[in-house]
């Protein structure tokens, strides 16, 4: 298979690219000095004139914990980073026993040697808090700082389990935060400070401090018993409380189990619980830390449990660990979910337009090419990513991540993800003057809500609102080939023309009628099956669905069939949807509505195609003053579903693509100064074509453009207008 330098377009014959990994491999075998002087690095670039500059470099980082190794093998391991063109490290924050290995004696110079280190191989160090974890001198001295699941509660060992509702937890969590913050807050290389580590689930709170604590949240909350009951419809089954101290976690619960409103009530609680630790050691930190220093936590996923909304009050960047799956072949649409999780990002971070990766993934499947470690980071920058720390530069010895797949290998040599990562490094020097302080500027979003994904049973990643958010956002940007936002409720809508709201379970009056002036004004609204059907205490509203959208969208459903029916049905029953023109048909469907058409200005896009429901409407399209509204009947695993949906939208409403490409290749614009930034990144393991307007120059060689560009498989083409 041909090789490609992914901007030059130079071909490396089979032996050449051989010659280049055997001398790769020796330049960096482990015990042989690295000699970092004779490291070829890139010229520094000119700014055109009038560019600002926001960030000094695009950070290309790895995860390093120096405590696990002998001091005098750190030298050797940031010489071979330098040389290798890694700029960052992210380290301490599993490190609180290092730091304090006994009850109130801490010794942070060993921590402090090693951001001296990394500064003298010109590698800036983001720090972090150790809450993620317990010493076992303080579970030895206060077990009740360890919680509890839905099992029982945790013994020692593991990560994660403290208590966030013990105020002894809390109290020590201060001190060792306070100490790190005196000892290394205003080292000059430290860059920005990391709380906690991915805080969240799978981390559930059902210990008997998190009770006792929870019922003085609802309290706060509800004011009196009275309203609880009223606000949790507590007559039915007699869950009439007379006292907030009867009320319980249900984790053994007999039938029924959960009440809608006492389970949305714990998920409010537990995401507050998660904020609040953070925002103390965030206050903490404040007063150490010089300006310019920034703040973060690496959410494990926008969506995971956290109201990543209430983070922003004490944050300054989002940053999140991308571990979705390497695009593998010609099977991309993974990498729709790593773009949601980027355009999610962006949204959190107050309007800086940037985020942090702050761990992904060097680990190379035996099965998969080396090359997709650059699609997925090229997505990253294409985004408004201002660096990607890799997980991890060693692999513990011992510990329940023993040999995870990390930068070297278990013999200490460069591992097959290193030689993608050492020429995006290079490259990014070259590009990132011109988009430094980039803004991404959608005219389409997908709509987020927290209390609609809580309020659906269980507790999972991952759960039927987010599959439908996740699908409708990857599908619409995938097929309309533009950026997307994704934005809360609370947020200004109106620079949208159009807005998907997949899911929107959770909704009050006021909501709705916001949504309503949006379509009324002039913008396009999509909805799904059950939005507008529940209150803010997951009771449903006396209304069919669509609920509050019913007048707007024109239609009325009185009766549904849910998936676990459908599995039991006869197949032919239920074959599909065909949109109406293209004849397309999608299947399988997870809960599908019967559909009653109320207005005559409805038009369907589509229809189901067999049993009882053949030729009914499923996805209806109604004009609403200046605006439409359309709505989903029907929802679907399959991305290309909404894809089509997208397909049909954009030729009705005249919506063009910054430029086409073939499937597989996702497409960004980055805007500075008035000058447009495009990328077209290949996820898949095939050269691309790329169709792009006339007068474009490649950002890295200054090479002019035909219409028709060749992008490599797992690479990408950046370019903009000469």
């Known amino acids: 298979m041909r090789r490609f330098n992914c901007f030059t377009d130079t071909a490396l014959s089979g032996q050449a690219f051989l010659f280049s990994r055997l001398a790769l ?27 600002k500059k926001i960030m000094s470099e695009y950070r290309v980082g790895v995860s390093y914990y120096p405590e696990w190794w002998p001091e005098e093998e750190w030298e050797t391991d940031f010489a071979k980073m330098e040389a290798m063109g890694i700029n960052t490290v992210r380290m301490g924050e599993f490190a609180w026993s290092w730091y304090e290995p006994r009850d109130g004696e801490f010794n942070l110079e060993p921590m402090k040697r090693a951001v001296d280190l990394a500064a003298s191989h010109g590698i800036k160090v983001i720090m972090c808090t150790t809450s993620a974890i317990c010493p076992p001198w303080l579970y030895k001295k206060h077990p009740e700082v360890k919680g509890g699941n839905i099992t029982g509660k945790y013994t020692y060992g593991g ?4 208590c966030l509702s013990s105020d002894i937890l809390r109290k020590y969590v201060a001190r060792v935060t306070e100490e790190q913050a005196k000892a290394l807050g205003n080292h000059p290389n430290i860059i920005g400070w990391q709380l906690d580590n991915e805080p969240g689930f799978p981390f559930a709170e059902y210990d008997e401090l998190c009770e006792k604590k929870f019922r003085l949240w609802l309290k706060e909350r509800y004011g009196t018993i009275d309203r609880l009951n009223d606000e949790w419809f507590n007559m039915f089954w007699s869950n009439l409380y007379n006292d907030f101290d009867e009320i319980t976690f249900p984790t053994n619960s007999a039938e029924g189990a959960w009440t809608p409103g006492l389970f949305l009530a714990t998920r409010r609680f537990f995401s507050d619980n998660f904020n609040s630790i953070l925002n103390m050691e965030a206050d903490i930190l404040r007063k150490y830390i010089g300006k310019d220093i920034f703040l973060f936590t690496n959410w494990p996923g926008a969506n995971w449990s956290v109201s990543c909304f209430d983070g922003e009050k004490y944050l300054d960047y989002a940053a999140w660990d991308n571990y979705v799956t390497l695009p593998m072949g010609e099977d991309y649409l993974v990498q729709l979910r790593s773009a949601m999780e980027h355009d999610f990002d962006r949204r959190l971070s107050h309007g800086k337009h940037r985020f942090l990766v702050a761990e992904q993934t060097c680990r190379i499947s035996a099965h998969n090419n080396p090359e997709c470690i650059s699609a997925q980071t090229w997505l990253d920058v294409s985004q408004g990513a201002f660096g990607t ?18 930068m070297l290998n278990g013999d200490l040599t460069y591992g097959e ?23 991404t500027k959608s005219d389409f979003a997908t709509l987020y809500s927290y209390e609609s994904s809580w309020s659906t049973p269980g507790w999972t990643v991952d759960g039927p609102y987010d599959q439908d958010f996740f699908n409708i956002h990857g599908a619409f940007r995938n097929q309309l080939k533009r950026d997307l936002d994704v934005v809360g409720i609370q947020d200004d809508l109106s620079p949208y023309k159009m807005i ?11 909501q709705a009628e916001k949504l309503c002036d949006y379509v009324a004004s002039g913008g396009i609204l999509i909805l799904s099956r059950d939005c507008g ?65 109320e207005a005559e200005d409805v038009e369907v896009l589509a229809t189901y195609t067999a049993g009882r429901l053949k030729g009914e409407p499923a996805i209806t399209l109604r004009p609403w003053g200046k605006g439409w509204v359309v709505y989903l009947a029907a929802d679907c695993d399959d991305y290309r579903y909404y894809m089509e949906l997208a397909r049909v939208l954009a030729e009705k409403f005249g919506f063009e693509p ?27 393991e095939s050269d691309k074509k790329a169709f792009i307007p006339e007068g474009m120059v490649n950002c890295l060689t200054g090479e002019e453009l035909g219409a028709e560009v060749t992008v490599p498989f797992f690479n990408a083409v950046v370019f903009t207008k000469k």
């Open 159 to 162: 990560r994660k389990g403290n």
């Open 389 to 406: 720390v890799f997980f991890e530069w060693r692999a513990p010895l011992g510990g329940a991540e023993q040999a995870y797949g990390s």
């Open 500 to 510: 998907s709201a997949p899911g929107l379970r959770i909704c009050t009056e006021e």
């Open 533 to 597: 059907m529940f209150d803010t205490e997951n009771r449903i509203y006396t209304r069919n669905v669509p609920g509050l959208f019913r007048d707007m969208c024109g239609v009325n459903s009185p009766s549904f069939t849910h998936h676990t029916m459908l599995n039991k049905a006869d197949p032919s029953q239920f074959s599909g949807v065909e949109f109406c023109g293209s004849g397309k048909r999608f299947t399988p469907w997870k809960t599908i509505n019967k559909l009653l058409i």
């Open 417 to 439: 993800g290193v030689e993608p990562i050492k020429r995006f490094a290079d490259q990014i020097k070259v590009l990132w003057p011109l988009i430094d302080g980039a803004e």
């Open 658 to 684: 910054y430029f086409t490409a073939e499937d597989g290749v996702l497409v960004s614009r980055r805007i500075k100064d008035g000058r447009e930034i495009f990328f077209a990144v290949n996820m898949t």
């Open 25 to 51: 491999g020796a330049a960096f075998c482990y015990n042989r000095p690295v000699k970092t002087k004779t490291h070829r690095r890139s010229p520094p670039p000119v700014l055109p004139k009038g560019m």
